[in-house]
């Protein structure tokens, strides 16, 4: 079974950084794109950024130039540095993979259960 866990969330002061990490573990063959979401409360869950297997990359207007995503393919691993944090980024950040278990011929979407990401202002 595949799991995806995210780490790294916290509570931090207006102006901070955060680095979150998602490790996945599990039969994986291989893994396509990797990235990061976010939802607030009361908001629906909006793509923060992403990244594919051969290193594109792609943010959301709202955290361009604050926020970068990187991975390591050896570790099945995607991170994100979030700096200069604001109030508005405030919200349970999931990490999602594309990802292809060992014996499958297909991609499906794997999903992390969530950490929380709280700015103080």
């Known amino acids: 079974q595949v799991q995806l866990v995210e780490s790294g969330g916290g509570l931090v002061q207006a102006g901070g950084s955060l680095r979150l990490s998602c490790a996945t573990s599990g039969s994986i063959f291989s893994i396509n794109a990797m990235g990061w979401h976010r939802q607030a409360p009361g908001k629906q869950r909006e793509l923060v950024a992403g990244t594919t297997s051969d290193g594109r990359t792609n943010y959301a207007d709202s955290v361009k130039g604050r926020f970068t995503i990187s991975r390591d393919n050896a570790k099945n691993t995607v991170y994100l540095q979030m700096n200069s944090l604001q109030p508005a980024s405030t919200a349970v950040y999931y990490c999602?993979?594309?990802?292809?278990?060992?014996?499958?011929?297909?991609?499906?979407?794997?999903w992390g259960q969530g950490t929380q990401v709280t700015v103080s202002s």
């Open positions: 999602n993979a594309a990802l292809r278990v060992t014996g499958h011929r297909d991609y499906y979407a794997s």
